[in-house]
Nanobody
């Protein structure tokens, strides 16, 4: 079992930046692929960015060039740096951990609102 706790959400103006952080409870954090997803009202939960055990990353087209995912295996954290935010980035952002067996865990989510 892995417990995930997100932080860093909030209200930001268009063009601004936010950094989300996810802390994992388990010491075997470095064995998990970590990801950020988001879900806007009335929409499905979509992948934003993923980082593998080996550090490879992939991004949704909407996030490329603006968002950066990183992980610190010593601190059991994964961050999402979001720059040049747009109103359409408004959503609840969820941290996700996936083990090679397919076991998957979610955080409780953090609200990001981009509005002037």
């Amino acid at each position: 079992q892995v417990q995930l706790s997100e932080s860093g959400g909030g209200l930001v103006q268009p063009g601004g930046s936010l950094r989300l952080s996810c802390a994992a409870s388990r010491s075997s954090f470095n064995a998990y692929t970590m990801a950020w997803y988001r879900q806007a009202p009335g929409e499905e939960r979509d992948l934003v960015a993923r980082i593998t055990v080996g550090g490879s990353t992939n991004y949704a087209d909407s996030a490329k060039g603006r968002f950066t995912i990183s992980r610190d295996n010593a601190k059991n954290t994964v961050d999402l740096q979001m720059n040049s935010l747009k109103p359409e980035d408004t959503a609840v952002y969820y941290c996700n951990a996936r083990f090679w067996t397919g076991a998957e865990y979610w955080g409780q989510g953090t609200q990001v609102t981009v509005s002037s």
